[in-house]
Structure formats: C-alpha cells, structure tokens
C-alpha cells in the first residue's frame, strides 16, 4: 500500500477548522498551558472564554497537550468502548476501527453538535500481534522483553467526524529498539 496518498492530521483538522488568515495563525503559533485535571469533560485553557473548534475523544493528556500546542480550541469528552482486536482482524484496520468507534460513541455521548470530533487510537505490532495497553507493570516488562532488540510498528489512526462526514489518517512507523536488559 502507497500511505503517501494518506492525508496527514494537521491536513485534517485544517479541512475541518477552516483556513482562513486567524486560523493559520492560530495554527502556527504553539500555546502551552497548564494541565487540566482529567474529567469527563475538559475545555482546554484556550476553549474557557471562547466557544471550542472541536471535541476531543480522548483522555489521553499527550493528545491534549498537541492541540494546544497548534492552538485548537477544544473540549475532552471520552467514551469508554471495547477495545479488542476481531478474529484475523490486522491491524492497520483495527486502529482505524477503533479510533473511528471512539468517535462515534462520543458522538453519541454529544448529541446533536456542529463541532467535528477528533479521536485517535495507537497501537504497538509485533509479528502481527497487537500489543494493546500492559494490565500491570509486571506485563509492561514482558512486552518491553518481547520488543527488545526486535523490529516492530507503532500504528496510529486518526478519525475526524463531522456529522456524515469522516476523515481518517494512518500512520505505520518502524521501529527497533535496542537489545534491553528488563
């Protein structure tokens, strides 16, 4: 498969937020801010005197962390879906499965809105296998020995849903990473 034809994220929530001079300025200029407490609901720093361009739905504090830094105005909102791999299901389609029911469920949770929804998920793959999230620390060490000196992708999915209408991006990165004494 070519992934260069694949539109990348910022492509994304350009497409969705528009193009006009203040949004590229807003784009380009990075914002940091203080960390919100994690809730069911969060506005970001730059959303709590303004009306946010999009939600996000995601818990996770680095994807936060990414739309301030470009300036995006948004509100967390996640759901909570399961997050299990089908029977001979690869990979890249369960990323891309799974960041898109993140989305939908949270457009559920919303009810009806103008503002697109924003999800992601990301997995590690090794020989076919999806890692998914460690249960404990005692399986986050097994998975880091099972990587260890051994060539494997980091799959990233984004969905972006906008009423009808969805965008979606994959990334596959290789990596290696040294022989890890764990």
Not at 32 to 41: A, D, G, I, R, V
Not at 76 to 82: A, G, R
Not at 106 to 115: D, K, M, R
Request: glycine share 6%.
């Amino acid at each position: 498969r070519d992934w260069s034809s694949d539109v990348c994220s910022s492509d994304l929530l350009a497409a969705s937020l528009g193009s006009g001079p203040d949004r590229r300025a807003a784009l380009s200029r990075p914002q940091h801010s203080e960390k919100s407490p994690l809730s069911p609901l969060i506005y970001s720093p730059a959303t709590l005197m303004q009306t946010p361009d999009l939600i996000l739905a995601s818990a996770s504090p680095r994807r936060r962390e990414l739309l301030d830094q470009i300036g995006v105005r948004f509100k967390v909102l996640p759901s909570e879906i399961p997050e299990n791999p089908g029977h001979l299901e690869l990979p890249e389609d369960y990323v891309r499965r799974i960041a898109l029911e993140k989305a939908l469920a949270t457009q559920l949770l919303e009810g009806p809105s103008n503002l697109p929804i924003l999800s992601a998920d990301t997995e590690v793959v090794l020989d076919g296998e999806i890692f998914g999230k460690p249960r404990d620390e005692a399986h986050a060490y097994e998975m880091l020995e099972k990587l260890s000196g051994r060539e494997h992708f980091v799959l990233s999915a984004v969905s972006l849903v906008h009423g009808e209408t969805h965008f979606e991006a994959l990334s596959m990165t290789q990596v290696q990473i040294g022989r890890a004494h764990v």
